[in-house]
């Protein structure tokens, strides 16, 4: 890719807890979702991509590695790598809900467009 594909950079600076350990754009280009770690916890961070401002967040248990949203850009799906499952609804900003994988080493995930399905990857089978 070249500048002309690209369009002009914007760099930003996003005040987390820590490392960004998983970052994801909306569909719409509207919001950035980051996934920071402090080494106790996960912090997923929903950022307005124009003004660069907090507009919500969501902790999770571990360090995080996966952030997704969803086609339509209404849902994201996070992962923590301790095995917590979390879908947030991007528009109200709550929790839909939040599962814990036992003793499962999540290493990725997926959600369908529709948001109605999701794909985890274990790492211990």
Do not use: H
């Not at 807890?17 to 280009?29: F, H, M, R, T």
């Not at 499962?104 to 109605?116: E, F, W």
């Amino acid at each position: 890719l070249n500048k002309s594909q690209l369009g002009d950079p914007c760099l930003m600076n996003f005040k987390c807890n820590g490392p960004i350990e998983c970052v994801s754009y909306s569909p719409d280009g509207r919001k950035i979702a980051t996934g920071s770690g402090d080494g106790f916890g996960g912090k997923v961070t929903i950022w307005d991509a124009r003004s660069g401002q907090e507009a919500s967040n969501f902790i999770l248990p571990g360090g995080l590695v996966s952030l997704q949203f969803s086609g339509d850009g209404k849902l994201i799906l996070a992962v923590s790598n301790e095995g917590t499952v979390m879908l947030a609804d991007m528009i109200s900003f709550k929790e839909r809900a939040r599962e814990i994988i036992g003793d499962t080493l999540v290493s990725g995930a997926a959600i369908s467009i529709d948001g109605k399905k999701m794909i985890l990857v274990a790492g211990n089978g």
